[in-house]
C-alpha cells in the first residue's frame, strides 16, 4: 500500500512522498517520491531511504531529498549521473536546478543553528 505523507511546493517546484510502507536492513524508512518544476516531472522513484533521526512527513526530510535532488555535475563525482535520462541531464545543468539549490541551502542555513 502506497500512502501520500506530503505535498512540498514553493517557486513552482512540487514534490510529493510518500510511504511505501518498507524499511531497508538498517531500519530505515524507504519513501516513493515523485519531483515537478512546473508541469514537467523530473524525478519519480521509490529508493529514498529517510534519516532515522527526521520524521517520514517533516521538513528536514523534505529537505534532504531536495538537497539530493539539487545535485549539480560540479558537486559529485559523474558517476552519481550514470541513470540520468537526457531530460534530467539537462534540468540538472539549467538554472532551475541552481535555483532548487538556493532554496535548499536557505532552509538548511536557517534551521541549521
Known sequence: ???LLKTWRKARFTLRLYDLHKTDSMGK??????????????FKGDDFHCSP???????DTI???LGFLSVGKHDTDSEYFA???PEQIAWRDSQRREDLSILVWEWEERHSR
Open 63 to 65: 529537505y534532504c531529498l
Open 53 to 59: 533521526m527526521y520524521s517520514i512527513d517533516g521538513l
Open 1 to 3: 500500500m502506497v500512502e
Open 83 to 85: 541513470e540520468y535520462t
Open 29 to 42: 524508512s524507504i519513501l516513493g517520491y515523485e519531483f515537478k518544476d512546473g508541469r514537467r516531472v523530473i
